[in-house]
């Protein structure tokens, strides 16, 4: 079945430190990938997507690239602040299924 | 625009006692619905989801029920609490059909005691 893996956490950074959050993923279909932000006590947003491969989402300085070929949607960001300290969780879904695949998520905690 | 409510936002209730937490949404039609479990420190669980009036599929066996007895309105319920279902309780929808984005409401934080 499908899968989603990221990097287990929490990553620690100070502020304006460059930040990579690692996904991977497996699939059946030909999938549709996301981001989602989890701030604390919130609900899930979406923060980015990309629906094909080579697809560049981005968002608030937030970038992501579909790569097809290494099954990766790596989160990146230049330049953090303390107010990216939340949680972010990777997903997939399929046009197969109504039901969307998330990885366990990694805490962001920026120091100022 | 699409809007998502649940309530009530925070709960306390005691082991044994029955449970009830609504989600409706505003601005769309026939949209898919689903709650998720969300234990502290933990990822998300998907406990049930819906694609119409009445038509629920479960995803985990366990002691909580769910119902969508209009469109855009999903219940979470449970006769008899237990502690371990103590947690973060969230709403979301999607557009029908697959490789969409879920949109999440605001959530209900159930301490069982």
């Known amino acids: 079945g499908d899968s989603v893996t990221q990097m287990e956490g929490p990553v620690t950074l100070s502020e304006e430190a460059f930040l990579t959050i690692n996904c991977t993923y497996t699939a059946t279909g030909y999938p549709s990938l996301f981001w989602y932000v989890q701030y604390p006590g919130e609900g899930l947003q979406l923060l980015l997507k990309a629906t094909k491969a080579d697809d560049k989402g981005s968002n608030k300085g937030f970038e992501a690239t579909y790569r097809k070929e290494t099954t990766s949607f790596h989160l990146e960001k230049g330049s953090v602040q303390v107010s990216d300290s939340a949680v972010y969780f990777c997903?997939?879904?399929?046009?197969?299924?109504?039901?969307?695949?998330f990885g366990r998520g990694t805490s962001l905690i920026v120091h100022p | 625009s699409q809007t998502i409510h649940q309530w009530p936002a925070t709960l306390v209730q005691p082991v044994g006692s029955p449970l009830s937490l609504e989600c409706t949404v505003e601005g769309t039609s026939n949209p898919n619905l689903y709650w998720y479990r969300q234990a502290a420190g933990r990822g998300l669980q998907l406990l049930f989801y819906?694609?119409?009036?009445?038509?629920i599929s479960s995803e985990v066996p366990q002691n909580l029920s769910a119902s969508r007895p209009q469109d855009r309105q999903f219940i979470l319920s449970s006769k008899k609490l237990l502690l371990s279902d103590s947690g973060f309780y969230l709403c979301a929808w999607s557009v029908r059909g697959g490789r969409e984005t879920q949109y999440f409401g605001p959530g209900t934080r159930l301490l069982v005691l």
């Open positions: 819906s694609v119409g009036i009445g038509q």
């Open positions: 997903a997939l879904a399929t046009g197969g299924s109504y039901i969307p695949t």
